[in-house]
Protein backbone atom coordinates (compact mmCIF):
# COMPACT_ATOMS: atom_id res chain seq x y z
CA UNK A 1 0.00 0.00 0.00
CA UNK A 2 1.42 3.56 -0.39
CA UNK A 3 2.49 5.93 1.72
CA UNK A 4 -0.17 8.94 2.13
CA UNK A 5 1.41 12.08 2.91
CA UNK A 6 -0.30 14.31 5.71
CA UNK A 7 1.52 17.27 5.36
CA UNK A 8 3.77 18.05 2.70
CA UNK A 9 6.41 19.99 4.64
CA UNK A 10 9.77 21.27 3.10
CA UNK A 11 12.75 19.00 3.37
CA UNK A 12 15.27 21.57 5.56
CA UNK A 13 11.91 21.14 8.30
CA UNK A 14 12.11 17.75 7.91
CA UNK A 15 15.77 17.09 8.39
CA UNK A 16 15.30 19.92 11.40
CA UNK A 17 12.35 17.66 12.72
CA UNK A 18 14.36 14.26 12.38
CA UNK A 19 17.52 15.66 14.36
CA UNK A 20 15.13 17.24 17.10
CA UNK A 21 13.24 13.51 17.49
CA UNK A 22 16.87 12.27 17.93
CA UNK A 23 18.00 14.58 20.52
CA UNK A 24 14.54 13.67 22.44
CA UNK A 25 15.03 10.03 22.39
CA UNK A 26 15.87 8.46 25.20
CA UNK A 27 19.16 6.94 25.35
CA UNK A 28 19.97 3.39 25.26
CA UNK A 29 20.14 1.68 28.26
CA UNK A 30 23.75 1.04 29.08
CA UNK A 31 25.30 -0.33 32.43
CA UNK A 32 28.80 1.63 32.86
CA UNK A 33 31.07 -0.79 31.37
CA UNK A 34 28.84 -0.93 28.34
CA UNK A 35 28.51 2.96 28.02
CA UNK A 36 32.70 3.12 27.82
CA UNK A 37 32.93 -0.38 25.45
CA UNK A 38 30.71 1.82 23.39
CA UNK A 39 31.83 5.13 23.46
CA UNK A 40 34.69 5.97 25.53
CA UNK A 41 37.84 6.66 23.33
CA UNK A 42 41.83 6.66 25.43
CA UNK A 43 43.95 9.07 24.39
CA UNK A 44 47.22 9.07 22.82
CA UNK A 45 48.59 11.16 26.00
CA UNK A 46 48.11 8.82 28.98
CA UNK A 47 47.52 5.18 26.92
CA UNK A 48 49.85 3.06 25.86
CA UNK A 49 47.31 1.63 23.31
CA UNK A 50 45.20 4.74 22.21
CA UNK A 51 41.39 3.69 20.80
CA UNK A 52 38.43 2.72 21.70
CA UNK A 53 38.07 1.45 25.13
CA UNK A 54 37.69 -2.47 25.73
CA UNK A 55 37.01 -3.44 29.32
CA UNK A 56 38.03 -7.09 28.02
CA UNK A 57 41.39 -5.90 28.23
CA UNK A 58 41.19 -5.98 31.82
CA UNK A 59 38.43 -8.21 33.12
CA UNK A 60 38.11 -7.07 36.73
CA UNK A 61 37.10 -3.22 35.77
CA UNK A 62 33.66 -4.40 34.68
CA UNK A 63 31.79 -5.47 38.14
CA UNK A 64 33.67 -2.12 39.90
CA UNK A 65 32.29 0.09 37.28
CA UNK A 66 28.78 -0.98 36.84
CA UNK A 67 28.31 -1.22 40.93
CA UNK A 68 29.22 2.42 40.40
CA UNK A 69 26.66 3.39 37.70
CA UNK A 70 24.14 1.32 39.30
CA UNK A 71 22.03 4.03 40.91
CA UNK A 72 20.80 1.60 44.38
CA UNK A 73 24.19 1.44 45.58
CA UNK A 74 25.33 4.56 47.50
CA UNK A 75 29.65 3.92 47.87
CA UNK A 76 31.77 1.97 46.39
CA UNK A 77 35.73 1.55 47.56
CA UNK A 78 38.30 0.29 45.70
CA UNK A 79 41.84 -0.80 47.49
CA UNK A 80 44.36 -1.55 44.68
CA UNK A 81 47.96 -2.19 43.24
CA UNK A 82 48.77 0.91 41.42
CA UNK A 83 48.62 0.86 37.21
CA UNK A 84 45.77 -1.37 37.32
CA UNK A 85 43.43 1.14 35.86
CA UNK A 86 42.09 3.00 38.99
CA UNK A 87 41.63 6.41 37.62
CA UNK A 88 40.78 5.58 34.07
CA UNK A 89 38.35 2.70 34.66
CA UNK A 90 36.99 4.17 38.22
CA UNK A 91 36.99 8.07 37.94
CA UNK A 92 37.60 9.25 34.16
CA UNK A 93 34.54 6.66 32.74
CA UNK A 94 32.12 7.41 35.68
CA UNK A 95 32.97 10.97 34.45
CA UNK A 96 31.50 10.13 30.88
CA UNK A 97 28.74 8.32 31.49
CA UNK A 98 27.50 11.17 34.31
CA UNK A 99 28.06 13.68 31.94
CA UNK A 100 26.39 11.81 28.97
CA UNK A 101 24.11 9.55 30.60
CA UNK A 102 23.14 10.65 34.00
CA UNK A 103 24.22 14.61 34.59
CA UNK A 104 24.39 15.76 38.21
CA UNK A 105 26.95 17.94 39.69
CA UNK A 106 30.07 15.87 40.74
CA UNK A 107 33.15 16.52 42.78
CA UNK A 108 36.91 14.88 41.94
CA UNK A 109 39.35 15.16 44.47
CA UNK A 110 43.06 14.96 44.22
CA UNK A 111 45.19 14.73 47.06
CA UNK A 112 46.92 18.08 46.39
CA UNK A 113 45.67 20.99 43.78
CA UNK A 114 48.63 20.59 41.96
CA UNK A 115 47.39 16.93 40.96
CA UNK A 116 43.97 17.82 40.56
CA UNK A 117 45.53 20.42 37.83
CA UNK A 118 47.21 16.97 36.59
CA UNK A 119 44.60 15.17 36.43
CA UNK A 120 41.97 17.99 34.97
CA UNK A 121 45.00 18.86 32.08
CA UNK A 122 46.54 15.49 31.10
CA UNK A 123 43.50 13.24 32.02
CA UNK A 124 40.38 14.28 31.69
CA UNK A 125 40.87 17.48 28.90
CA UNK A 126 42.10 14.48 26.62
CA UNK A 127 38.83 12.10 27.47
CA UNK A 128 36.62 14.60 26.74
CA UNK A 129 38.58 15.88 23.38
CA UNK A 130 38.63 12.61 22.27
CA UNK A 131 34.99 11.57 23.05
CA UNK A 132 33.20 12.17 20.45
CA UNK A 133 29.89 11.15 22.98
CA UNK A 134 31.30 14.15 25.29
CA UNK A 135 32.83 16.49 22.90
CA UNK A 136 29.93 18.70 22.19
CA UNK A 137 29.05 18.67 25.83
CA UNK A 138 31.46 20.62 27.24
CA UNK A 139 32.03 24.45 25.70
CA UNK A 140 35.32 24.93 25.56
CA UNK A 141 35.63 27.69 23.64
CA UNK A 142 33.88 30.46 24.65
CA UNK A 143 34.77 32.60 27.53
CA UNK A 144 31.07 32.76 28.80
CA UNK A 145 31.11 29.15 29.40
CA UNK A 146 32.26 29.05 33.04
CA UNK A 147 34.97 26.57 32.16
CA UNK A 148 38.31 26.48 33.43
CA UNK A 149 40.56 23.92 34.18
CA UNK A 150 39.17 22.92 37.49
CA UNK A 151 35.58 23.85 36.63
CA UNK A 152 33.75 22.19 33.59
CA UNK A 153 29.94 22.95 32.94
CA UNK A 154 27.76 20.51 30.60
CA UNK A 155 23.69 20.79 30.44
CA UNK A 156 22.54 19.26 33.58
CA UNK A 157 25.64 19.93 35.60
CA UNK A 158 29.10 19.77 36.25
CA UNK A 159 32.66 18.78 37.45
CA UNK A 160 34.56 20.44 40.10
CA UNK A 161 38.06 19.39 40.64
CA UNK A 162 39.65 19.87 44.07
CA UNK A 163 42.97 19.14 45.86
CA UNK A 164 42.90 17.84 49.43
CA UNK A 165 45.14 20.35 50.54
CA UNK A 166 43.11 23.02 49.87
CA UNK A 167 39.47 23.82 51.49
CA UNK A 168 38.78 26.29 49.10
CA UNK A 169 37.25 23.83 46.31
CA UNK A 170 35.53 22.42 49.52
CA UNK A 171 33.29 24.58 50.97
CA UNK A 172 30.69 25.87 48.13
CA UNK A 173 27.72 24.07 46.55
CA UNK A 174 26.11 20.86 46.92
CA UNK A 175 27.48 17.53 45.14
CA UNK A 176 25.39 14.49 44.44
CA UNK A 177 28.18 12.18 42.89
CA UNK A 178 31.82 12.37 44.79
CA UNK A 179 34.88 10.60 43.35
CA UNK A 180 37.99 10.72 45.35
CA UNK A 181 41.27 9.47 44.00
CA UNK A 182 44.04 8.28 46.20
CA UNK A 183 42.76 8.98 49.52
CA UNK A 184 45.58 7.86 51.09
CA UNK A 185 47.62 10.51 49.88
CA UNK A 186 45.68 12.95 51.31
CA UNK A 187 46.50 15.34 53.98
CA UNK A 188 44.89 14.77 57.83
CA UNK A 189 43.07 18.59 57.39
CA UNK A 190 42.07 20.16 54.38
CA UNK A 191 44.02 23.22 55.20
CA UNK A 192 42.79 24.05 59.04
CA UNK A 193 39.33 22.50 58.35
CA UNK A 194 39.38 19.48 59.27
CA UNK A 195 39.26 15.87 57.16
CA UNK A 196 38.74 16.64 53.03
CA UNK A 197 36.70 13.08 52.80
CA UNK A 198 34.56 14.20 55.46
CA UNK A 199 34.11 18.01 54.27
CA UNK A 200 33.24 16.93 50.77
CA UNK A 201 30.95 13.94 52.10
CA UNK A 202 29.60 16.56 53.59
CA UNK A 203 28.27 18.37 50.71
CA UNK A 204 26.32 15.33 49.87
CA UNK A 205 23.78 15.69 52.38
CA UNK A 206 20.69 16.84 50.35
CA UNK A 207 20.44 14.08 47.64
CA UNK A 208 18.95 11.04 48.64
CA UNK A 209 20.81 8.99 45.68
CA UNK A 210 24.26 10.66 46.29
CA UNK A 211 26.91 8.40 45.47
CA UNK A 212 30.83 8.26 46.73
CA UNK A 213 33.46 6.24 44.80
CA UNK A 214 36.85 6.31 46.66
CA UNK A 215 39.72 5.03 45.39
CA UNK A 216 43.10 4.25 46.55
CA UNK A 217 46.35 1.92 46.25
CA UNK A 218 47.04 1.61 50.70
CA UNK A 219 49.67 3.20 52.60
CA UNK A 220 50.64 2.66 55.92
CA UNK A 221 48.09 0.52 58.36
CA UNK A 222 46.89 2.25 60.77
CA UNK A 223 46.71 5.61 58.71
CA UNK A 224 45.03 3.94 55.93
CA UNK A 225 41.50 5.97 55.14
CA UNK A 226 41.43 3.12 51.99
CA UNK A 227 41.81 0.43 54.36
CA UNK A 228 39.22 1.34 57.28
CA UNK A 229 36.48 2.33 54.01
CA UNK A 230 37.28 -1.43 52.59
CA UNK A 231 36.90 -3.04 56.20
CA UNK A 232 33.56 -1.66 56.57
CA UNK A 233 32.44 -2.80 52.97
CA UNK A 234 31.41 -5.84 51.30
CA UNK A 235 35.18 -6.81 51.10
CA UNK A 236 35.13 -8.86 47.67
CA UNK A 237 38.29 -10.34 45.97
CA UNK A 238 38.70 -11.15 42.42
CA UNK A 239 38.50 -14.86 42.29
CA UNK A 240 39.78 -16.72 39.07
CA UNK A 241 39.23 -20.35 38.19
CA UNK A 242 42.14 -23.04 38.57
CA UNK A 243 43.09 -23.73 34.77
CA UNK A 244 43.17 -27.30 36.18
CA UNK A 245 40.57 -28.29 38.19
CA UNK A 246 38.48 -24.64 37.88
CA UNK A 247 38.54 -24.14 41.73
CA UNK A 248 37.63 -20.57 41.95
CA UNK A 249 40.46 -18.76 43.99
CA UNK A 250 41.97 -15.11 44.51
CA UNK A 251 45.51 -14.58 43.48
CA UNK A 252 47.83 -14.46 46.43
CA UNK A 253 51.47 -13.91 46.51
CA UNK A 254 52.00 -16.87 49.04
CA UNK A 255 51.17 -18.98 45.73
CA UNK A 256 53.35 -18.08 43.23
CA UNK A 257 56.40 -20.31 42.48
CA UNK A 258 60.10 -18.78 41.37
CA UNK A 259 63.00 -19.63 41.03
CA UNK A 260 64.79 -16.76 43.19
CA UNK A 261 68.24 -17.36 41.67
CA UNK A 262 66.98 -16.70 38.27
CA UNK A 263 65.26 -13.53 37.85
CA UNK A 264 64.38 -13.92 34.19
CA UNK A 265 63.09 -17.41 34.71
CA UNK A 266 59.17 -18.46 34.06
CA UNK A 267 57.01 -17.83 36.94
CA UNK A 268 54.01 -20.02 37.82
CA UNK A 269 51.31 -20.39 40.11
CA UNK A 270 50.41 -23.21 41.95
CA UNK A 271 46.62 -23.73 42.58
CA UNK A 272 45.28 -23.80 46.09
CA UNK A 273 43.33 -26.79 45.66
CA UNK A 274 44.72 -29.48 43.30
CA UNK A 275 48.20 -27.95 43.91
CA UNK A 276 48.60 -28.08 39.79
CA UNK A 277 51.01 -25.44 39.10
CA UNK A 278 50.39 -23.45 35.88
CA UNK A 279 52.33 -20.66 34.07
CA UNK A 280 51.01 -17.05 33.99
CA UNK A 281 49.09 -16.79 30.69
CA UNK A 282 46.51 -19.83 31.57
CA UNK A 283 45.53 -18.28 34.86
CA UNK A 284 45.35 -14.95 32.94
CA UNK A 285 43.46 -16.45 30.24
CA UNK A 286 41.15 -18.50 33.16
CA UNK A 287 40.80 -14.74 34.59
CA UNK A 288 38.49 -13.40 31.40
CA UNK A 289 35.54 -15.85 33.86
CA UNK A 290 36.52 -14.34 36.88
CA UNK A 291 34.33 -13.02 39.52
CA UNK A 292 34.26 -11.15 42.79
CA UNK A 293 33.70 -13.11 46.00
CA UNK A 294 32.34 -10.78 48.96
CA UNK A 295 33.64 -11.94 52.18
CA UNK A 296 31.04 -9.65 54.36
CA UNK A 297 27.67 -9.84 51.64
CA UNK A 298 25.63 -7.70 54.03
CA UNK A 299 27.27 -4.86 54.13
CA UNK A 300 26.16 -1.96 52.41
CA UNK A 301 29.19 -0.08 50.47
CA UNK A 302 30.56 -2.91 48.13
CA UNK A 303 34.40 -2.96 48.48
CA UNK A 304 36.88 -4.49 46.36
CA UNK A 305 40.91 -5.29 46.37
CA UNK A 306 42.90 -6.29 43.38
CA UNK A 307 46.55 -6.97 43.59
CA UNK A 308 48.59 -6.79 40.33
CA UNK A 309 48.51 -10.81 39.99
CA UNK A 310 45.63 -9.89 38.20
CA UNK A 311 46.69 -6.63 36.27
CA UNK A 312 47.12 -7.69 33.41
CA UNK A 313 48.72 -4.51 32.32
CA UNK A 314 51.97 -6.16 34.28
CA UNK A 315 53.88 -9.39 33.96
CA UNK A 316 53.93 -11.87 36.89
CA UNK A 317 58.13 -11.45 35.71
CA UNK A 318 58.16 -7.55 36.62
CA UNK A 319 56.48 -8.08 40.04
CA UNK A 320 58.53 -10.99 41.57
CA UNK A 321 61.59 -9.38 39.89
CA UNK A 322 60.81 -5.87 41.87
CA UNK A 323 60.31 -8.17 45.00
CA UNK A 324 63.75 -9.53 44.74
CA UNK A 325 65.30 -6.04 44.64
CA UNK A 326 62.93 -5.05 47.40
CA UNK A 327 63.76 -8.03 49.50
CA UNK A 328 67.61 -7.04 48.72
CA UNK A 329 67.24 -4.09 50.44
CA UNK A 330 65.07 -5.36 53.59
CA UNK A 331 67.75 -7.83 54.25
CA UNK A 332 70.42 -5.18 54.49
CA UNK A 333 67.96 -3.20 56.38
CA UNK A 334 66.48 -0.80 54.44
CA UNK A 335 62.50 -1.35 54.81
CA UNK A 336 61.33 1.51 51.60
CA UNK A 337 61.91 -0.75 48.86
CA UNK A 338 59.06 -3.66 50.43
CA UNK A 339 57.24 -1.00 51.63
CA UNK A 340 56.52 0.72 48.11
CA UNK A 341 56.06 -2.76 46.55
CA UNK A 342 53.34 -4.36 49.46
CA UNK A 343 51.24 -1.49 48.51
CA UNK A 344 51.50 -1.15 44.82
CA UNK A 345 51.82 -4.74 43.78
CA UNK A 346 49.70 -6.67 46.81
CA UNK A 347 47.48 -4.11 47.29
CA UNK A 348 47.64 -3.93 50.89
CA UNK A 349 49.01 -1.38 54.28
CA UNK A 350 52.44 -1.59 55.00
CA UNK A 351 52.59 -2.10 58.95
CA UNK A 352 55.64 0.09 60.47
CA UNK A 353 57.88 -1.55 62.54
CA UNK A 354 57.12 0.74 65.84
CA UNK A 355 53.30 -0.06 65.68
CA UNK A 356 54.48 -4.17 66.09
CA UNK A 357 53.98 -5.74 69.29
CA UNK A 358 56.07 -4.45 72.63
CA UNK A 359 58.89 -5.84 73.55
CA UNK A 360 57.57 -6.08 77.18
CA UNK A 361 53.86 -7.16 75.67
CA UNK A 362 56.32 -9.73 73.78
CA UNK A 363 58.16 -10.79 77.15
CA UNK A 364 54.61 -11.66 79.11
CA UNK A 365 53.59 -13.70 76.40
CA UNK A 366 56.10 -16.67 77.33
CA UNK A 367 54.87 -19.75 78.52
CA UNK A 368 56.67 -22.50 80.82
CA UNK A 369 56.47 -25.83 79.06
CA UNK A 370 56.24 -28.50 81.89
CA UNK A 371 58.43 -31.20 78.86
CA UNK A 372 60.51 -30.51 76.03
CA UNK A 373 57.55 -30.84 74.29
CA UNK A 374 54.25 -29.29 75.19
CA UNK A 375 50.72 -31.03 74.90
CA UNK A 376 49.72 -28.76 71.42
CA UNK A 377 52.48 -29.54 69.58
CA UNK A 378 51.67 -32.31 67.02
CA UNK A 379 54.51 -32.32 64.29
CA UNK A 380 58.23 -30.96 64.96
CA UNK A 381 60.64 -29.43 61.96
CA UNK A 382 64.05 -28.03 62.17
CA UNK A 383 65.38 -24.98 60.37
CA UNK A 384 69.40 -25.33 60.32
CA UNK A 385 71.64 -22.37 59.17
CA UNK A 386 74.81 -22.83 58.35
CA UNK A 387 77.75 -20.98 59.86
CA UNK A 388 81.72 -20.87 58.68
CA UNK A 389 82.81 -23.19 62.31
CA UNK A 390 78.81 -24.28 63.37
CA UNK A 391 75.15 -24.79 62.17
CA UNK A 392 72.64 -23.20 64.16
CA UNK A 393 69.62 -25.49 64.39
CA UNK A 394 65.96 -24.47 65.92
CA UNK A 395 63.45 -26.79 66.50
CA UNK A 396 60.03 -26.18 66.04
CA UNK A 397 56.81 -27.66 67.13
CA UNK A 398 53.31 -26.75 65.21
CA UNK A 399 49.90 -27.64 66.33
CA UNK A 400 46.26 -27.24 65.02
CA UNK A 401 45.85 -23.46 63.02
CA UNK A 402 49.98 -23.63 62.38
CA UNK A 403 50.36 -22.44 65.68
CA UNK A 404 53.89 -22.89 66.87
CA UNK A 405 56.16 -23.15 69.13
CA UNK A 406 60.25 -22.85 69.54
CA UNK A 407 61.02 -26.08 71.34
CA UNK A 408 64.87 -25.74 71.13
CA UNK A 409 67.81 -23.55 69.73
CA UNK A 410 70.49 -25.89 69.47
CA UNK A 411 74.44 -24.19 68.41
CA UNK A 412 77.12 -27.69 67.06
CA UNK A 413 80.42 -26.47 66.69
CA UNK A 414 83.29 -28.21 64.66
CA UNK A 415 84.80 -27.96 61.71
CA UNK A 416 82.60 -27.66 58.14
CA UNK A 417 85.00 -29.66 56.09
CA UNK A 418 85.25 -32.65 58.78
CA UNK A 419 82.86 -35.48 59.22
CA UNK A 420 82.14 -34.89 63.20
CA UNK A 421 80.30 -31.70 62.84
CA UNK A 422 78.20 -33.30 60.01
CA UNK A 423 77.55 -37.06 62.38
CA UNK A 424 76.68 -34.85 65.17
CA UNK A 425 74.06 -32.68 63.17
CA UNK A 426 72.74 -36.41 62.58
CA UNK A 427 72.58 -37.32 65.26
CA UNK A 428 70.94 -34.34 67.05
CA UNK A 429 68.20 -34.65 64.20
CA UNK A 430 67.55 -38.29 64.60
CA UNK A 431 67.57 -37.46 68.23
CA UNK A 432 63.81 -37.94 70.18
CA UNK A 433 61.39 -35.03 72.24
CA UNK A 434 59.16 -35.97 75.13
CA UNK A 435 56.16 -34.89 75.99
CA UNK A 436 54.96 -34.82 79.15
CA UNK A 437 53.18 -38.05 78.81
CA UNK A 438 56.35 -39.89 77.64
CA UNK A 439 55.86 -39.66 74.04
CA UNK A 440 58.66 -39.25 71.82
CA UNK A 441 58.38 -36.64 68.92
CA UNK A 442 61.21 -36.63 66.13
CA UNK A 443 61.58 -34.10 63.58
CA UNK A 444 59.37 -34.58 60.56
CA UNK A 445 61.55 -32.38 58.04
CA UNK A 446 63.99 -30.61 58.18
CA UNK A 447 65.67 -27.54 56.30
CA UNK A 448 68.70 -26.39 55.80
CA UNK A 449 69.80 -22.47 54.72
CA UNK A 450 72.41 -22.49 51.78
CA UNK A 451 75.06 -20.69 52.60
CA UNK A 452 78.23 -19.99 50.65
CA UNK A 453 77.39 -21.95 48.12
CA UNK A 454 80.78 -23.11 46.86
CA UNK A 455 82.24 -24.62 49.80
CA UNK A 456 79.69 -25.57 51.78
CA UNK A 457 77.70 -27.19 48.89
CA UNK A 458 80.69 -29.26 47.96
CA UNK A 459 81.24 -30.35 51.19
CA UNK A 460 77.60 -31.78 51.47
CA UNK A 461 77.81 -33.66 48.31
CA UNK A 462 79.49 -36.16 49.89
CA UNK A 463 76.83 -36.36 52.66
CA UNK A 464 74.45 -37.08 50.40
CA UNK A 465 73.94 -40.60 51.46
CA UNK A 466 73.15 -39.89 55.22
CA UNK A 467 70.93 -37.03 54.20
CA UNK A 468 68.50 -39.88 52.26
CA UNK A 469 69.08 -41.93 55.33
CA UNK A 470 67.88 -39.51 57.32
CA UNK A 471 64.89 -38.81 55.18
CA UNK A 472 63.80 -42.52 55.40
CA UNK A 473 64.02 -42.78 58.78
CA UNK A 474 62.44 -39.44 59.42
CA UNK A 475 59.95 -39.63 56.79
CA UNK A 476 59.23 -37.59 53.73
CA UNK A 477 60.96 -34.42 53.67
CA UNK A 478 58.09 -31.32 53.40
CA UNK A 479 58.49 -27.69 53.36
CA UNK A 480 58.56 -25.88 56.12
CA UNK A 481 56.56 -22.57 56.61
CA UNK A 482 58.07 -19.04 57.63
CA UNK A 483 57.04 -18.49 61.30
CA UNK A 484 57.10 -16.17 64.37
CA UNK A 485 59.02 -16.23 67.41
CA UNK A 486 55.58 -15.48 69.08
CA UNK A 487 53.17 -16.07 65.97
CA UNK A 488 54.44 -13.12 64.63
CA UNK A 489 57.58 -11.50 63.59
CA UNK A 490 60.74 -12.67 62.27
CA UNK A 491 60.11 -15.01 59.32
CA UNK A 492 62.44 -17.68 58.31
CA UNK A 493 63.36 -18.09 54.60
CA UNK A 494 61.17 -21.20 53.02
CA UNK A 495 64.41 -22.38 51.18
CA UNK A 496 64.70 -25.81 50.05
CA UNK A 497 68.00 -27.72 50.12
CA UNK A 498 67.92 -30.46 47.81
CA UNK A 499 70.36 -32.54 50.10
CA UNK A 500 67.14 -32.98 51.96
CA UNK A 501 64.58 -33.97 49.73
CA UNK A 502 62.85 -30.58 48.93
CA UNK A 503 62.80 -30.20 45.25
CA UNK A 504 64.71 -30.09 42.38
CA UNK A 505 65.65 -26.24 42.34
CA UNK A 506 65.75 -23.91 44.90
CA UNK A 507 62.99 -21.76 45.33
CA UNK A 508 62.09 -18.94 47.34
CA UNK A 509 58.73 -17.53 49.02
CA UNK A 510 58.13 -14.59 50.89
CA UNK A 511 57.11 -15.98 54.14
CA UNK A 512 55.90 -13.83 57.27
CA UNK A 513 54.49 -10.77 54.33
CA UNK A 514 50.54 -10.24 54.54
CA UNK A 515 48.95 -12.93 53.09
CA UNK A 516 45.26 -11.73 52.62
CA UNK A 517 42.90 -14.61 52.16
N1 LIG B 1 40.49 -1.38 30.11
C1 LIG B 1 41.60 -0.77 29.69
N2 LIG B 1 41.96 -0.84 28.39
C2 LIG B 1 43.10 -0.27 27.95
N3 LIG B 1 43.95 0.43 28.72
C3 LIG B 1 43.64 0.56 30.02
C4 LIG B 1 42.45 -0.03 30.57
N4 LIG B 1 42.44 0.25 31.90
C5 LIG B 1 43.54 0.98 32.15
N5 LIG B 1 44.26 1.18 31.04
C6 LIG B 1 45.54 1.89 30.92
O1 LIG B 1 46.40 1.53 32.00
C7 LIG B 1 47.20 2.64 32.40
C8 LIG B 1 47.04 2.88 33.88
O2 LIG B 1 45.74 3.36 34.14
P1 LIG B 1 45.41 4.36 35.32
O3 LIG B 1 46.30 5.54 35.30
O4 LIG B 1 43.96 4.57 35.31
O5 LIG B 1 45.84 3.40 36.53
P2 LIG B 1 45.91 3.74 38.08
O6 LIG B 1 45.57 2.46 38.77
O7 LIG B 1 45.10 4.94 38.38
O8 LIG B 1 47.46 4.05 38.22
P3 LIG B 1 48.19 4.83 39.45
O9 LIG B 1 48.22 3.83 40.56
O10 LIG B 1 49.54 5.12 38.88
O11 LIG B 1 47.37 6.04 39.75
C9 LIG B 1 46.72 3.82 31.56
O12 LIG B 1 47.59 3.99 30.48
C10 LIG B 1 45.36 3.39 31.09
O13 LIG B 1 44.97 4.01 29.92
MG1 LIG C 1 45.56 6.78 39.30
ZN1 LIG D 1 43.35 -26.55 40.65
Redesign the pocket.
Known sequence: MKKRKIIDLPKPTLELLARCAAVLKPPPALTLSEW?DRYRV??AE?????GR??????PY?REIMDAIGDPHIRKVVIM?????????????NPLGYYMDYAPAPILVMQPTLDMGQTFSKD?LAPMIRDTPELRDKIDVKSRYSGNTIMKKNFPGGHITIVGANSATGLASRPIKVLLA??VDRYPASAGTEGDPLSLAQKRQTTFWDKKTVI?S?PVIKGQSRIETEFNQSTREEWNVPCPECGEYQPLVWANVVFDKDDPQGEVLYKCERCGVVNGEYKWKQASKRGRFVPENPGAEARGFHLNTLAS??CSWKEIVQKFLVAKEQLDQGNPEGMKVWVN?ELGETWEEQGEQVEDAALLNRRELYDADVPEGVLVLTAGVDVQDDRFEVEVVGWGIGKESWGIRYQKIYGDMLKEQVWQDLDNFLLGGFKKKDGTVLHIMSACMAQRSKGRCRQERHGRREERRRHRRRCGQAGRVHGRDQVHGQEAVKEEKEHEYGFGKKDLFHPAGLPDRR
Open positions: ALSSSAEPWHTDKAQSAAQIGKTDAFILRDEVTTFT
